[in-house]
């Protein structure tokens, strides 16, 4: 069963993909602050990190993104009300995408899919 963690500073978001994922067959983690995050991710493995900016302002947002992963070798997908283009270069610095809000949660779930099934051929 793949595992994700989902993290947001927005309780109703976080609670609504656990939610939905939970239905889909993952096994789901959650954390609403990047305190309680980065322990999360130190101490374990996740086929998938599927993460809000957590209402950071550049050049803030990229020290926190920096230090996610910095932190873990786990894929990370951002969702951010930011504009994609906010996050040039993502593909090098090494995250899964980066997903605009409001989302589709089709198109988020089909995401969340491909990767977890990336993550699950690269372990196998």
Known sequence: MPTILVVDDEE???????ELLVEEGYLVTTATSTAA??????????????????????????AWLGELRSATTDRVLIFSAYPPTSFSGWQEKGYAGVIGKPFDLDALLTTVARLTAKAADAGS
């Open 12 to 18: 109703t978001i976080v609670e609504l993909l656990r």
């Open 37 to 62: 995050t980065l322990p999360l991710v130190r101490g374990g493995h996740f086929d998938l990190i599927l993460s809000d900016t957590m209402g950071s302002r550049p050049p803030d947002l990229f």
